[in-house]
């Protein structure tokens, strides 16, 4: 083999190689390459992800207040009016046994025991007493009985029973009907047994 041929033969093993090691570089370079992109592509998607999953459960989330609040409301509603019906159904037992109570003697007896206990709160002045409307039949025998001036209520307003007591010259009452006193007993009662709607 003649020099020439075998300084061709290493000019072209010497461009093989550069080739080679060129080759391999590029190969090397495009491999990176790719592997970055394939990285920003991958954190990209798992952004979305992200962020979709995040938006779902903010969506679950606001669906389980909706349905917390409209449960939470309709339990409330229910609960306030099974307690108006067991204060109704309390008060109108009350009201029928206040309704007995007016037919007895006992009756009578209590308003003398209102009227005079009223007189020693109110003191002296210009008592006037004032009756319900179904109590009407008893104004003279109070008068009488109890010396004072006895009124009958508008049978508008129904004091159910039992009195108020004024002094005129004083401008001071005393209310002993039993409308009022059954509303003031209705509400304490749902208070000692804790029946209250926050």
């Known amino acids: 083999m003649s020099k020439i041929d075998e300084k061709l033969k290493n000019f072209a093993a010497d461009v093989?190689?550069?080739?080679?090691?060129?080759?391999?570089?590029?190969v090397d370079a495009?491999?990176?390459?790719?592997?970055?992109?394939?990285?920003?592509?991958?954190?990209?998607?798992?952004?979305?992800a992200y962020e979709f999953i995040q938006d779902s459960l903010v969506k679950i989330d606001q669906k389980k207040s909706e349905s917390l609040s409209r449960i939470i409301m309709s339990n409330r509603s229910r609960?306030?009016?099974?307690?108006?019906?067991?204060?109704?159904?309390?008060?109108?037992?009350?009201?029928e046994a206040l309704v007995g109570f007016k037919k007895e003697n006992a009756y009578k007896e209590w308003l003398v025991q209102k009227?005079?206990?009223?007189?020693?709160?109110?003191?002296?002045?210009?008592?006037?007493?004032?009756?319900?409307?179904?109590?009407?039949?008893?104004?003279?025998?109070a008068e009488e009985t109890l010396g004072v001036s006895v009124r009958v209520a508008s049978p508008k307003l129904s004091m159910m029973g039992?009195?108020?007591?004024?002094?005129?010259?004083?401008?001071?009452?005393?209310?002993f009907g039993?409308?009022?006193?059954?509303?003031?007993?209705?509400?304490?009662?749902?208070?000692?047994?804790?029946?209250?709607i926050d």
Not at 31 to 38: L, T
Not at 120 to 133: K, N
């Open 115 to 141: 009227v005079k206990a009223a007189e020693s709160v109110l003191g002296e002045g210009d008592i006037w007493v004032t009756f319900d409307a179904s109590d009407a039949s008893l104004k003279s025998w």
């Open 162 to 175: 039992g009195c108020v007591i004024e002094n005129k010259t004083t401008h001071t009452i005393v209310d």
């Open 79 to 95: 609960l306030f009016e099974k307690r108006s019906e067991l204060l109704e159904g309390i008060y109108s037992k009350a009201a």
């Open 30 to 48: 495009l491999d990176e390459h790719i592997r970055q992109v394939y990285e920003e592509k991958e954190n990209e998607y798992l952004a979305q």
């Open 16 to 26: 093989m190689s550069d080739v080679g090691e060129e080759r391999r570089l590029m």
């Open 178 to 196: 039993f409308a009022s006193r059954l509303e003031d007993a209705k509400e304490a009662f749902a208070q000692q047994c804790q029946l209250e």
